[in-house]
C-alpha cells in the first residue's frame, strides 16, 4: 500500500476508534414549566454521555401527549401532573416499568410587579378592580387543572370564571403577568422565581393533589437504552441537585 492510501486508511480507523459506539440522539418532550431545568440537565448528561446528544420539546403536557399519540419521534416524555402522564399510559406509550416521580412543585397566585392593585390572596380575586386572570387552559394545561380544582374548592370558581383568559401554557401565563397584560395569574413557583424583577408572588395556593411530577421512557423510541440511562439521570443525585436550584422540590 502506498504511503498516501496508508495514511488515509489509519486515519478512517482513527475516526471509527474516537467515536462513540453507543452515541444516540435523544428527543425529550417535557412540560414548560421544565423548560430551564432541563436544558442545564440535558448539559450535564451529554457531558457525561461522550457522544449522545438531547434535544427539547416543550409545550403543555397534554398537547405533547398528543404528538407522541400521533407517532412524534419521542423518546423521553416528562409531564406536569399524573393525569397528562396516566393519558399516556392508557394509550400504551410508555415502556413497561418505566415511569417515575422525580420532582414536585407549587402553585401560586401572582401579579405584576408594578401592579396597584390590593391583592393579599385568591378571594381579592373576586373584586372589580381585578379584570383579566390568567390560566392554563384546564383542557390542556395541568397547571389550569390544579387552578380550576383549587378554586372551587375555595368557591371561587364561578365568580371569577368570566375573568379568565386561557393560556396554552404555563409560561404564556407568566408572560402575560410579566408584561402588565392581565392583573394576575396562576403559574408554578419555579415559574415565578425566573422573573422575581416583573412578577410578585401574592400567596401560595394550596392543591388538594400535590403537584408532582412524572417521567418515563416512550415505548416507541428509537434509543431505548439511552432514554432510560436519561431517567436515570434525572433522577440521580446530580439531576435533583440541578432541579433543586430552579426550585422544585423531591417527589
Avoid at 448528561?45 to 405533547?64: I, R, T
Avoid at 399516556?88 to 418505566?98: F, H, M, N, T, Y
Avoid at 394545561?141 to 393560556?167: C, D, F
Amino acid at each position: 500500500m502506498s504511503r498516501p492510501r496508508l495514511k488515509l486508511a489509519c486515519a478512517a480507523v482513527l475516526s471509527l476508534a474516537l467515536t462513540p459506539v453507543w452515541a444516540a440522539d435523544l428527543m425529550v418532550s417535557a412540560a414548560a414549566s421544565l423548560s430551564n431545568a432541563f436544558k442545564e440537565i440535558g448539559s450535564a448528561y451529554e457531558k457525561l454521555h461522550a457522544g449522545d446528544k438531547v434535544q427539547f420539546n416543550f409545550a403543555a403536557s397534554d398537547p405533547l401527549v398528543q404528538q407522541i399519540a400521533k407517532g412524534a419521534p419521542v423518546d423521553v416524555f416528562a409531564s406536569a401532573d399524573q393525569e397528562a402522564m396516566d393519558k399516556a399510559e392508557g394509550l400504551k406509550l410508555l415502556a413497561a416499568a418505566s415511569r417515575r416521580n422525580f420532582a414536585s412543585n407549587t402553585l401560586v397566585l401572582i401579579r405584576p410587579g408594578d401592579s396597584k392593585v390590593a391583592l393579599g390572596g385568591v378571594r381579592d380575586l373576586a373584586q372589580a378592580a381585578v379584570q383579566r386572570i390568567a390560566i392554563g387552559n384546564p383542557a390542556s394545561v395541568p397547571a389550569g387543572r390544579y387552578t380550576q380544582h383549587a378554586m372551587e374548592q375555595a368557591g371561587l370558581w364561578s365568580g371569577i370564571s368570566n375573568k379568565l383568559i386561557y393560556g396554552t401554557s404555563v409560561r404564556q401565563c407568566l408572560d402575560y403577568v410579566a408584561r402588565g397584560e392581565v392583573d394576575a395569574g396562576f403559574v408554578y413557583a419555579t415559574d415565578a422565581a425566573l422573573f422575581k424583577d416583573k412578577v410578585q408572588v401574592v400567596a401560595t395556593v394550596p392543591t388538594e393533589t400535590p403537584v408532582t411530577y412524572p417521567i418515563a421512557v416512550i415505548a416507541g423510541s428509537a434509543q431505548p437504552q439511552a432514554a432510560r440511562q436519561f431517567v436515570e439521570f434525572v433522577q440521580s443525585a446530580s439531576g435533583q441537585a440541578i432541579l433543586l436550584r430552579y426550585g422544585f422540590g423531591r417527589p
